[in-house]
């Protein structure tokens, strides 16, 4: 019956050195089986010594006690690498975040200066045509009501045409208007003051 066991293992049952377990594998001599990498051979009972039984071996290899503690210091040498490697990048970050936010202070301070800026331009600016619109507008509501009165009111002239229109001598017009001012008509109002006369832009057919 056969087993399957390590090189070293089998060096052993064979009494055989290592370099001459490999000879026998590469000359087909012993029957092997790679696993993982690692070269396993299979023995017959009856290659065994008979004084000596081996016990069943697990497919794993001995590592000495000085590969594990060179395997462990790099294993930690790695881990003390890895923390300076962490602490260095927080403090590359905290660096990059104070710097950010000492930009958008600066930005934002920027920002806030041309906002200033803008309100001085605009109140100057305002300050400068304010009095020149309020003259637009204050002349633009005069011409309105100029216009307004000019519609409302007639000249002098124009009651004078309209009179002799209908046969009325200058003579009979000085009458007729002297005569309405008497008369209170509210159509003639006659500043005493300012010896200006108003005539209102009515119905004059019953001065015809």
Request: avoid cysteine.
């Amino acid at each position: 019956m056969e087993r399957l066991v390590t090189t070293a293992q089998a060096a052993e049952i064979l009494g055989l050195s290592l370099q001459g377990v490999h000879y026998r594998i590469r000359k087909k001599q012993l029957k092997s089986l790679k696993k993982s990498g690692k070269t396993y051979v299979y023995i017959n009972e009856s290659q065994e010594p008979k004084l000596k039984e081996e016990p069943t071996i697990e497919l794993k290899e001995f590592i000495p006690n000085e590969t594990i503690k060179e395997i462990v210091k790099a294993k930690d040498e790695q881990i003390e690498i890895l923390k300076k490697s962490i602490k260095w990048m927080k403090k590359q970050y905290g660096s990059e975040i104070i710097r950010l936010e000492k930009n958008q202070k600066r930005i934002i301070g920027v920002f806030n200066r041309e906002i200033e800026l803008l309100q001085s331009a605009f109140n100057e600016m305002r300050s400068i045509y304010k009095p020149q619109l309020e003259f637009n507008q204050q002349q633009a509501q005069n011409t309105y009501k100029q216009n307004i009165q000019k519609e409302k009111f007639i000249t002098l002239q124009n009651f004078s045409v309209f009179m002799k229109k209908h046969n009325k001598t200058s003579e009979d017009i000085k009458l007729i208007i002297l005569k309405a001012i008497k008369n209170q008509d509210e159509r003639f109002i006659y500043n005493k003051k300012d010896k200006k006369l108003l005539i209102l832009n009515e119905d004059f057919s019953d001065l015809i």
